[in-house]
């Protein structure tokens, strides 16, 4: 199993996930600055792996800063708040992970040195209670795939594995259990233009645990759906609306489409940390724009004419009614019943 992000030798580990497959290399990070930067360049991504990273910033800038007074501190807490919160706006689990560090800076009594002290604790927390949610994802999963065939087929879209998370994975998370209980016979991943999240990273993912794998391009989705070669298809998410419309990486949308005109279940597997009970809808869910070169350029070639105009947005919006059930930690709930867990003790 691989660790995208892990606390080593008083810094922050991440593997570089630019770099995969074809090179695995790690970046120590030891101050805030640094890891605001690997996030926007996406040397760690996916929602609750930056959630987590975002955490462990929040440590890096709160031990940089020198005073005893604990009213400077949270201002300039605040400030590396900022910074972090600055990266990427679409996945939820960033400005969740930064709330919840900035909360236990407010709320912890005593000196300045304590305060640090329990936010270093808060971000291992963090760190540790996803990887726990993802195998709960995993494993709650496997009630609600399709009984037949014995052995099926998952489509997955992006990279929500072991890579997205502090490890297991919300999507990957719910093969990995499958693959484990004898129930998955091959996992189909779409390459996921532009950045290739799904050829890259979801494909290094299952060449290392053994678990077959196929690659396709985007667009050949809905053929293999009407060829019958897929059974279910799992996706991660990075932000969820209250009403259970969920933004996920661009192209999403079009497999759900896909999904639905064949009549195969399509499912979010994402923690609850993921839904912005803020939100009534979707269409108030932020979309990141990147850069236009994720488009036009592959490796150091550059594929369209001059003079031609991009749009490159890099998530897209599935609408609830295309969502079979959304898989959380607490189990897997149709879209119109997640209000009801604000509601609930859970959470
Ligand atoms: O732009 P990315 O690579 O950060 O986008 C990642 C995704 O869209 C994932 O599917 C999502 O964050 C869920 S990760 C468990």
Redesign the pocket.
Known sequence: MVYPVIWHNNSVSLID?TRLPNEYTVVEIHRSEDMAQAIKT?IV??????GVAAAYGMYLGAREIETTDTREFWERLEKVAQLLRST?P??V?LFWAISRMMKTAYETPGTVEDIKQNLFQTAQAINAEDLQT?QAIGDHGLAVLPTTPEKMTILT?????AL??AGY????GVVRSAWREGRLERVFADETRP?L?GAK?TAWECVQENIPVTVITDNMAAHCMKQGLIHAVV????RIAANGDTA??IG?YSVAIAAKAHDIPFFV??PLS?VDFELTDGSQIPI?ERNPVEIYQVGNTILTPAGVDFYNP??DVTPANLITAIITEHGAFTPDNLVKLQSSSVI
């Open positions: 996930q996406m991504r996916g929602a609750p792996a930056i990427r679409t996945a689990n993802c879209h992006c990279n929500a594995g997205a998370t994975g919300t999507a990957l950045r999240q990273l996706v991660g998410a990075d996920n990486k999403t597997a994402a993921t990141e890099a998530f």
